[in-house]
């Protein structure tokens, strides 16, 4: 990144400002200019790497330095490590799922174990989406598949006339 051209601007701005005035107002002020310039360039060079610090703190894992290469600022940007590949990819989405909202809202208690509860969350985060929107997709994909292949009921058993339902559910 050139510094040049901004303390440049600053020089010409400082310039059109001393030719309002008079010529020894001008006079000083081009001495003036010549002392700023180390200056006006520390200050840029502080600002970039404010800018470089804020930014690596949004991109953390990852970072931004501001490194000097012969008197001129450049920009070192370290990307965030990739995620690692997921032992099995997740599964597309089949008929019927999809993630937009297509009616009004209902909200359903639901109790879970704690350990099913934290395997939830765990998949939610790998997925990059929150448990409510997993679980919501969840079953909706178990929906989808039933319609497929729907779950065979067998006749009561005879005893309190309860019947089994068998079939897979993703």
């Known amino acids: 990144m050139e510094l040049s051209t901004y303390v440049r601007q600053l020089h010409d701005q400082l310039v059109a400002v ?18 700023l310039e180390p200056a006006a360039r520390l200050a840029l060079l502080d600002a970039l790497s404010a800018a470089a610090a804020e930014i690596t703190q949004d991109l953390a894992p990852g970072s931004v330095e501001v490194r000097l290469r012969a008197g001129e600022p450049e920009f070192a940007v370290t990307a965030p490590p990739a995620e690692p590949a997921a032992a099995e990819p997740p599964p597309a989405p089949g008929p019927g799922i ?20 934290a395997r939830i969350e765990r998949a939610a985060t790998r997925q990059g989406r929150s448990a409510n929107s997993w679980l919501a997709r969840a079953a909706n994909a178990a929906l989808a598949a039933e319609e497929f292949d729907p779950p065979t009921v067998q006749p009561a058993t005879g005893r309190g006339g309860r019947r089994r339902q068998t079939g897979w559910v993703r």
């Open 18 to 35: 001393a030719e309002t005035g008079d010529p020894a107002a001008r006079a000083f002020l081009d001495r003036l200019v010549v002392a």
């Open 98 to 117: 999809d993630d937009a909202d297509d009616g009004p809202m209902a909200r359903l208690n639901l109790r879970l174990s704690e350990q099913l509860k």
